[in-house]
């Protein structure tokens, strides 16, 4: 999950649309959508995030979250 998180932050960083092959995450793409300070907003596709699983946890700053999908499809994050 970290490989997972360094890299989507690397790709935020660079703003890159290019894609390679070394890339766990095929289809970080950029939106059209521009964030507060005029930087475009990544999209993850969630089953490519997910890896198939039903839950993962995503360790921030030292504080654990659970991003899980529920029965209905729907996406919670819990902390």
Same mark, same amino acid.
């Given at each position: 999950?970290?490989?997972?998180?360094?890299?989507?932050? &690397?790709?935020?960083?660079?703003? &890159?649309? &290019?894609?390679?092959?070394?890339?766990?995450?095929? &289809?970080?793409?950029?939106?059209?959508?521009?964030?507060?300070?005029?930087?475009?907003?990544?999209r993850l596709k969630s089953r490519e995030l997910m890896r198939e699983m039903r839950e993962v946890e995503i360790d921030h700053?030292?504080?654990?979250?659970? *991003?899980?999908?529920?029965? *209905?499809?729907? *996406?919670? *994050?819990?902390?």
């Open positions: 999950m970290a490989e997972l998180m360094s890299e989507f932050s &690397s790709q935020e960083k660079t703003a &890159s649309t &290019s894609t390679d092959s070394a890339t766990p995450l095929t &289809s970080i793409s950029m939106t059209d959508k521009m964030a507060i300070d005029g930087k475009q907003i990544p700053e030292g504080k654990i979250y659970r *991003l899980r999908v529920t029965q *209905l499809n729907k *996406l919670i *994050l819990t902390a």
